[in-house]
């Protein structure tokens, strides 16, 4: 069983929409939650970041760590299309430490 | 926010070459930086992480001779693909981690061997 499962998708939603993206883990020592955006050929981008169980929301885009469910969510409302990518999660046990990936959710927004 | 760069951001080369792929932390000191290999439709796998002034540390299944890492400041990491071959083909990207574990990526670098 992998660490970090994330479902592929690809996942298309009409402008708008509110867009909702999971992962789930396997190692309980994980605290350091973050969710990075990747454009085709680029290098993942920063998103949001999460310490421990909890939301957190910035603008458009609210993130939720479950410990005791070993979930994660990222929201995003009044999606655009601007918003297609793929979209990353990634945990870690320790500060500083290599992250552990999901294999990244593939988002299309459509006008 | 922080910044990373890496450069080139695509390079093709021919089988048996060796190819320099360079990370800089361009506003911020990096004590480790991490390499990482993306193939198409998979996640990032990391393969090896880059210490200051030490040796590297390599994953399970990374050849360090092949993959060789050079961590010579604080502010730059390169990795070296030695004796590329096709298979070596893939989407590297390096990251460090700035303040509260935020990791920062460099644009990521596209080799094709041919």
């Known amino acids: 069983q992998k660490e970090v499962e994330q479902d592929p998708g690809p996942l298309s939603v009409p402008e708008g929409a509110i867009v909702s993206l999971n992962c789930t883990y396997s190692?309980?020592?994980?605290?350091?939650f973050m969710w990075y955006r990747q454009y085709s050929r680029k290098g993942p981008e920063l998103l949001m970041y999460?310490?421990?169980?909890g939301n957190k929301e910035d603008g458009r885009f609210t993130a939720q760590v479950d410990k005791s469910s070993k979930y994660i969510s990222l929201f995003i409302r009044d999606s655009q299309p601007s918003d297609s990518a793929t979209y990353l999660c990634a945990m870690s046990a320790y500060y500083g430490y290599a992250l552990n990936f999901g294999k990244g959710t593939s988002l299309l927004v459509t006008p | 926010g922080a910044v990373v760069s890496q450069h080139p951001s695509r390079v093709i080369c021919k089988s048996g070459t060796s190819v320099k792929i360079e990370c800089r932390s361009l506003?911020?000191?990096?004590?480790?930086m991490f390499w990482y290999r993306q193939f198409p439709k998979q996640s990032l796998m990391l393969m090896a992480t880059s210490n200051e002034g030490s040796k590297a540390t390599y994953e399970q299944g990374v050849e360090k001779d092949k993959f060789l890492i050079n961590h010579a400041s604080l502010t730059l990491s390169t990795l070296t693909v030695t004796s590329a071959h096709p298979e070596d083909s893939s989407f590297y990207i390096c990251?460090?981690?700035?303040?509260?574990?935020?990791?920062?990526f460099g644009q990521g670098t596209r080799l094709t061997v041919v």
């Open positions: 999460t310490y421990s169980s």
């Open positions: 506003d911020f000191q990096a004590t480790t």
């Open positions: 190692n309980s020592a994980f605290q350091y």
């Open positions: 990251s460090a981690p700035h303040q509260n574990t935020e990791a920062f």
